[in-house]
């Protein structure tokens, strides 16, 4: 465009508030090249007013001129010819690498988390289940879902309050013991006693 | 004008070059995971013997707190039960209603016998409805305060007045 191959960019913020990329043009008038929205363009922007808001000699509208810079950069911004259509791709292509994710890639945590959720869920359809209809099969249900939803629960606090390497690894291996004991009485007390609905039907007709 | 248009592009323009890029392409921070970072920042602060800053002894607490504790007291109190009873079933000698009969034979009044089956109902019920409001919050409803404050007197309305009920029947 220039003879120079150079061409000056320019930031313009209007008084109705868009932003406008445009480029000085050899005649020393601006052209549009880009009306600016997003973050995408704005992100690293160090914003130097310039003091004097001028009038646009033809849509009358007011703007001041904001300098393009680049956090990379202190100063205005001076692209030559070959990079005029760059600018938004080299911040898109310093802030795309955040995406890139440190650690593994296991889903184990998430799923984890979901499965907590459905024996939640689960839990909550048996109390209906066990009062309607009590029976060995809802008996050994529940036994396991109660173990498993204290099991996780429990697992959950330990995660919160537990620190050190060793202590972490003590505690949950005690939960574990605690919550197979747990199982192994629950059922048995289904085998060889009366069973959990009958149980609580018993205790609660005192 | 060119030689200062010229200045400015050379001392501007260096990384912005994009044969520049690949300098910063990968600029992702180190490798961690969130457990590992948990588990350096305690270690490092034990390591240090620093004291732990005043937290739960100098806060407000609010409502939501609370019932998120009591929360967890009652899920930890009803799993530290089921397990003492699971216990008890493999150690003890005889069966359930003998044990429930020697509970008869106390002849404890029938309001102590009214409290003992709120004190049973309580955490169940409360345990249960409170269940229910966090997994609204899990699928993402319900975070607005007042929102969570509603909900949250809800809950202890009702744990109240179902263990009521089940403790009369």
Same mark, same amino acid.
């Given at each position: 465009?220039?003879?120079?191959?150079?061409?000056?960019?320019?930031?313009?913020?209007?008084?109705?508030?868009?932003?406008?990329?445009?480029?000085?043009?050899?005649?020393?008038?601006?052209?549009?090249?880009?009306?600016?929205?997003?973050?995408?363009?704005?992100?690293?922007?160090?914003?130097?007013?310039?003091?004097?808001?001028?009038?646009?000699?033809?849509?009358?509208?007011?703007?001041?001129?904001?300098?393009?810079?680049?956090?990379?950069?202190?100063?205005?911004?001076?692209?030559?010819?070959?990079?005029?259509?760059?600018?938004?791709?080299?911040?898109?292509?310093?802030?795309?690498?955040?995406?890139?994710?440190?650690?593994?890639?296991?889903?184990?945590?998430?799923?984890?988390?979901?499965?907590?959720?459905?024996?939640?869920?689960?839990?909550?359809?048996?109390?209906?289940?066990?009062?309607?209809?009590?029976?060995?099969?809802?008996?050994?249900?529940?036994?396991?879902?109660?173990?498993?939803?204290?099991?996780?629960?429990?697992?959950?606090?330990?995660?919160?309050?537990?620190?050190?390497?060793?202590?972490?690894?003590?505690?949950?291996?005690?939960?574990?013991?605690?919550?197979?004991?747990?199982?192994?009485?629950?059922?048995?007390?289904?085998?060889?006693?009366?069973?959990?609905?009958?149980?609580?039907?018993?205790?609660?007709?005192? | 004008?060119?030689?200062?248009?010229?200045?400015?592009?050379?001392?501007?323009?260096?990384?912005?070059?994009?044969?520049?890029?690949?300098?910063?392409?990968?600029?992702?921070?180190?490798?961690?995971?969130?457990?590992?970072?948990?588990?350096?920042?305690?270690?490092?602060?034990?390591?240090?013997?620093?004291?732990?800053?005043?937290?739960?002894?100098?806060?407000?607490?609010?409502?939501?707190?609370?019932?998120?504790?009591?929360?967890?007291?009652?899920?930890? $109190? *009803?799993?530290?039960?089921?397990? @003492? =009873?699971? +216990?008890?079933?493999?150690?003890?000698? &005889?069966?359930?209603?003998? !044990?429930?009969?020697?509970?008869?034979?106390?002849?404890?009044?029938?309001?102590?016998? $009214? *409290?003992?089956?709120?004190?049973? @109902? =309580?955490? +169940?019920?409360?345990?249960?409805?409170? &269940?229910?409001?966090?997994? !609204?919050?899990?699928?993402?409803?319900?975070?607005?305060?007042?929102?969570?404050?509603?909900?949250?007197?809800?809950?202890?309305?009702?744990?109240?007045?179902?263990?009521?009920?089940?403790?009369?029947?």
């Amino acid at each position: 465009n220039t003879h120079l191959g150079l061409e000056l960019r320019l930031l313009l913020l209007y008084s109705d508030h868009t932003l406008k990329l445009r480029r000085l043009c050899f005649l020393g008038r601006t052209q549009v090249i880009k009306a600016v929205h997003g973050r995408l363009l704005l992100q690293p922007l160090q914003r130097s007013w310039t003091p004097e808001t001028h009038r646009c000699c033809c849509c009358r509208c007011c703007y001041r001129a904001l300098f393009y810079q680049s956090a990379l950069l202190a100063r205005p911004l001076v692209v030559p010819n070959k990079y005029q259509e760059q600018p938004h791709l080299l911040t898109a292509r310093i802030h795309s690498s955040q995406a890139l994710y440190a650690g593994s890639d296991s889903k184990a945590a998430s799923l984890h988390w979901t499965a907590e959720r459905v024996l939640s869920i689960l839990l909550l359809a048996m109390g209906p289940v066990a009062y309607f209809s009590p029976g060995p099969v809802i008996d050994y249900s529940l036994a396991a879902a109660l173990t498993l939803h204290g099991h996780w629960g429990i697992g959950q606090v330990l995660t919160d309050y537990v620190h050190g390497d060793t202590k972490i690894k003590i505690a949950n291996a005690s939960l574990f013991v605690l919550s197979t004991v747990t199982f192994a009485g629950l059922c048995y007390f289904n085998y060889n006693d009366v069973g959990i609905c009958k149980a609580i039907a018993l205790l609660w007709s005192k | 004008m060119a030689l200062l248009l010229r200045t400015f592009a050379r001392q501007g323009v260096c990384l912005s070059k994009p044969q520049y890029s690949f300098l910063y392409r990968h600029a992702a921070p180190m490798g961690t995971t969130a457990k590992d970072e948990m588990n350096k920042f305690w270690a490092k602060n034990a390591r240090l013997n620093r004291p732990m800053s005043p937290h739960i002894t100098i806060y407000q607490w609010s409502v939501p707190m609370m019932m998120s504790i009591t929360h967890r007291g009652t899920g930890v $109190g *009803l799993s530290g039960a089921i397990s @003492a =009873f699971a +216990v008890a079933a493999l150690v003890l000698p &005889g069966n359930y209603p003998y !044990y429930l009969d020697l509970i008869h034979s106390l002849s404890i009044g029938p309001i102590l016998i $009214g *409290l003992a089956k709120f004190g049973i @109902a =309580f955490p +169940v019920s409360y345990h249960t409805y409170n &269940g229910i409001r966090h997994l !609204y919050w899990d699928v993402g409803k319900g975070f607005k305060i007042p929102e969570v404050y509603r909900t949250g007197y809800t809950v202890i309305g009702l744990s109240i007045i179902t263990s009521i009920a089940i403790a009369m029947i």
